[in-house]
């Protein structure tokens, strides 16, 4: 389900998630970030992984009561075997966490990210990288502008809070959880 299909539901707790195929990042938020932190997952292989973070997922729900459970919606991957793997971790997290149909909310880095003020590099910002670091390739302006926006992430949830967040992927399981609480709660 989109979050801008749903109606102003009575919500006032969610948990941000942010999924990989080697972890499940979380943030539960209830006007602010009130327990977070990161699940690893184990095995050799994509099959096992995806049972073990089932379990996992699974045997951490008794502690997580939320109204709705907020998901990093896909993002373009230039790997369709990575697209896959994704998927499978997804539903295997998923069928974890949902008691109904209705409490699963994807939430697009497109939303979430300019909602903190922390948008894609402008032209100019793209052209100060390259001036403060010449001669680097694109794929290594690519990286270290993803770098510096998950360090602003971090600032964001670090300044406002008063915490000390160093993971960028619990990081942006708050972004999606920040967004979608005010978004689904504390909207006018």
């Known amino acids: 389900m989109s979050l801008a299909k749903l109606a102003r ?4 707790t969610v948990l941000g998630v ?13 006007g602010k970030p009130v327990t977070w932190g990161k699940i690893n997952f184990s095995g050799t292989s994509i099959y096992d992984k995806i049972i073990d973070a089932h379990k996992k997922t699974n045997s ?16 373009m991957v230039r790997s369709q075997d990575v697209a896959i793997k994704m998927a499978m971790i997804v539903g295997a997290v998923v069928s974890a966490l949902a008691d109904h149909q209705d409490m699963i909310v ?12 922390n948008k894609n590099f402008s032209k100019v910002e793209k052209e100060n990288l390259k001036l403060e670091y010449p001669g680097k390739s694109d794929v290594w302006y690519r990286n270290k502008s993803r770098d510096i926006r998950k ?10 809070y008063s915490i000390h967040v160093t993971d960028h992927d619990v990081a942006d399981s708050m ?8 978004k689904l709660v504390n909207s006018d």
């Open 151 to 160: 360090q602003r992430t971090m600032d964001f949830f670090n300044e406002r």
């Open 60 to 75: 951490v729900k008794e502690f997580i009561n939320v109204d709705y459970v907020c998901i990093e919606s896909a993002i």
């Open 18 to 30: 942010d999924l990989s195929t080697n972890s499940f990042a979380f943030c539960i938020f209830n």
């Open 106 to 117: 994807t939430v697009p880095p497109s939303a979430w990210q300019p909602y903190i003020g």
């Open 175 to 182: 972004g999606i959880a920040y967004y979608a609480y005010n």
């Open 9 to 12: 539901p009575k919500a006032k």
